[in-house]
């Protein structure tokens, strides 16, 4: 949530102040530096839709979205997301990423294998801890800060996740 839709909790299916942001943030820099989407707009859009960048299908995505918050709660949302989102190396899924990357079920993973994972859907073949260490670590930095910047964890524990060994697997 700190990385791809802080404002999760506070918006419904489509979060209009993350869309502005976008969109100012875009035009300043002449180029698609963010995105205005929600969790439930991702979601919908690798559950349904095509990742072709079209206004048509963004409208699609806004309703569907719409649609998925009427019948399913945020925390069922999330779970979905991160039950199908894209890892790298052909992990789709939370427990599949987990297994692949680090031997070992979610609810095992460290602070900083968790940081790490929640990096990777932004760019997961660019940003793949085996050929791309320093580019993941990164991003594992810049989502460890996003958590403290929110109040989620403490500056101490950020420090402490990002040094821990990974453990990641031998590919």
Do not use: C, W
């Amino acid at each position: 949530i700190a990385i791809e839709d802080k404002r999760y909790y506070k918006h419904g299916a489509i979060d209009v102040l993350g869309i502005i942001r976008a969109l100012y943030t875009n035009t300043i820099a002449g180029e698609t530096l963010e995105g205005g989407s929600t969790i439930t707009q991702q979601l919908v859009k690798n559950l349904f839709l095509s990742s072709k960048r079209i206004m048509s299908r963004k409208v699609e995505e806004a309703i569907l979205a719409s649609e998925m918050e009427h019948y399913y709660s945020k925390e069922e949302i999330l779970t979905m997301y991160l039950n199908t989102v894209y890892y790298g190396h052909n992990y789709y899924g939370i427990y599949e990423a987990a297994h692949g990357y680090f031997g070992t079920s979610p609810s095992r993973l460290t602070l900083g294998q968790s940081a790490l994972l929640a990096a990777l859907p932004n760019a997961p073949s660019y940003l793949d801890p085996y050929t791309n260490y320093e580019g993941a670590k990164a991003r594992q930095k810049l989502v460890l800060e996003q958590m403290v910047d929110q109040g989620m964890i403490t500056q101490a524990e950020a420090d402490y996740a990002y040094e821990q060994e990974l453990g990641l697997i031998e590919e």
